[in-house]
């Protein structure tokens, strides 16, 4: 009893631990901070000058002033294709401009602080050189339109992960965000088609995303890959009660092949019916710890995606904020270090060795 004591007090004194703002500061600069999912692209696309610091009319969760605040080493870039531009088969041409806005609107525009990156060699490389290494990632499937043509395509364009569905179930892959519609088409997780998407994937090196599906697509596509697998852009079910987040099972499953789970910052997804804060966001790396180990933790934010984000957390200038958090709670600079980009580069490098790169 006086073991078990001992040890709940010492706990509970590490969770209230009390760092200094220099320490702080220590330890976030000291990382390769890595966000896999953000939205502004839906609005650099239509004109938005992600440059200055955004005090407009309709303000975003970023811009580079405060992405330089924040201390992002390197962004993952939403090539969002929402589900309407099926209608038409315009979904391949919307993707074409995203990518576009990510090469003019973002790196060209300002190429001394943004440099374009497509493998953990560059990534490494723009922080070297104090830059922000800018990639790309396809947020839904039906961008391809079925084609693995296109998908060759988008990833010499430089794409590396894609989102296998966004909220809409397409030709080859069931989404979470209709899985209880009857009159959706649904395919019981991938299709034939599917499972040889998911291996073009592996063999191209592109990064095999399950945010968005429903979880026969996550076992699946689990099942198929030849490479480490990830989420984007989710939480946890066990934490927040949603299609959208994953459950303990497959946040372990997904553990077990090296993949990682890129922490969501949507308040929906930290916490139903309540406004969640930092602390929350703590909660969900706290609970991906616990049941598949430090290894299977990351930050993919979603900001300007989500309609609500965390207090404290509400922006890209406020991630030292959750360093802080994490620092308070007990986590090491070594554990935040590999939250922040070292499991993301890890995964990313064993997709590079599986395709041969």
């Known amino acids: 009893m006086r073991i078990f004591l001992f040890a709940a007090t010492a706990a509970a004194l590490m969770a209230q631990r009390t760092v200094t703002d220099a320490e702080v500061m220590k330890v976030h600069r000291s990382a390769l901070l890595i966000d896999t999912h953000n939205d502004v692209t839906s609005r650099t696309v239509e004109g938005f000058d992600i440059g200055p610091r955004n005090t407009g009319d309709k303000p975003t969760h970023t811009d580079l002033v405060r992405m330089k605040e924040g201390g992002i080493g390197a962004q993952f870039f939403a090539v969002y294709v929402a589900a309407n531009y099926v209608n038409g088969n315009h979904s391949a041409n919307r993707a074409l401009q995203m990518i576009d806005t990510v090469r003019h609107d973002i790196i060209d525009r300002y190429p001394n602080d943004f440099m374009f990156a497509t493998s953990v060699a560059d990534i490494e490389a723009a922080h070297k050189k104090g830059k922000i290494a800018a990639l790309m990632g396809i947020e839904g499937g039906h961008a391809i339109e079925d084609s693995t043509r296109l998908l060759r395509d988008f990833y ?3 794409v590396r992960y894609m989102t296998l569905t966004h909220s809409n179930t397409n030709n080859w892959a069931d989404s979470s ?9 649904h395919h019981n997780g991938l299709t034939d088609f599917g499972k040889d998407v998911v291996r073009e994937m592996n063999r191209l090196g592109m990064m095999v995303d399950i945010s968005h599906v429903a979880d026969k697509t996550f076992w699946d596509a689990l099942e198929v890959s030849k490479a480490p697998i990830f ?26 092949k090296g993949g990682v789970v890129q922490v969501n910052f949507s308040c929906g997804f930290l916490k139903v019916g309540a406004k969640p804060s930092v602390a929350d966001v703590v909660a969900h790396i706290d609970h991906i710890k616990q049941i598949a180990g430090i290894e299977a933790i990351g930050i993919g ?4 995606g989500i309609g609500c984000a965390p207090e404290g957390l509400d922006e890209v200038s406020k991630f030292p904020n959750l360093t802080r958090a994490l620092l308070e709670k007990g986590y090491t600079a070594e554990e935040i270090r590999k939250i922040y980009g070292g499991n993301l580069l890890r995964v990313m490098r064993g997709v590079e060795k599986a395709a041969g790169k």
């Open 156 to 158: 010499a364009l430089g």
């Open 177 to 185: 965000g209709d899985i209880t519609k009857s009159d959706v088409q």
């Open 231 to 256: 989420a984007s852009h989710s939480s946890c079910r066990a934490l927040a009660d949603v299609p959208r987040n994953m459950t303990d099972e497959m946040i372990v499953a997904l553990a077990k």
């Open 301 to 304: 934010s979603d900001f300007d």
